[in-house]
């Protein structure tokens, strides 16, 4: 008996540091553009593996075909 529990100890210990990190959620990054083609965003971070969503938003008033 006792040297099952030691195998049950030791498995347990070694599947508890076998578990998944835990997961960053996503970053959401919003960015605008006027008409001098300038962002508001000189920058952005993220961590390693993080998924990261940009959504780019025109303020800018010249049409398309001017653009």
Same mark, same amino acid.
């Given at each position: 008996?006792?040297? #099952?529990?030691? #195998?049950?100890?030791l498995? =347990? +210990?070694v599947?508890?540091?076998?578990?998944?990190?835990?997961?960053?959620?996503?970053?959401q =990054?919003? #960015?605008? !553009?006027?008409?001098?083609?300038?962002?508001? +965003?000189? !920058? +952005?971070? =993220?961590?390693?593996g993080?998924?990261?969503?940009?959504?780019l938003?025109?303020?800018?008033?010249?049409?398309?075909?001017?653009?």
């Amino acid at each position: 008996m006792n040297r #099952l529990a030691t #195998l049950c100890l030791l498995s =347990v +210990l070694v599947f508890a540091g076998c578990s998944r990190p835990p997961e960053v959620p996503p970053k959401q =990054v919003e #960015l605008t !553009a006027n008409d001098e083609m300038k962002f508001d +965003l000189t !920058a +952005l971070s =993220v961590k390693a593996g993080q998924p990261v969503s940009v959504t780019l938003k025109n303020i800018g008033t010249q049409p398309k075909a001017a653009m």
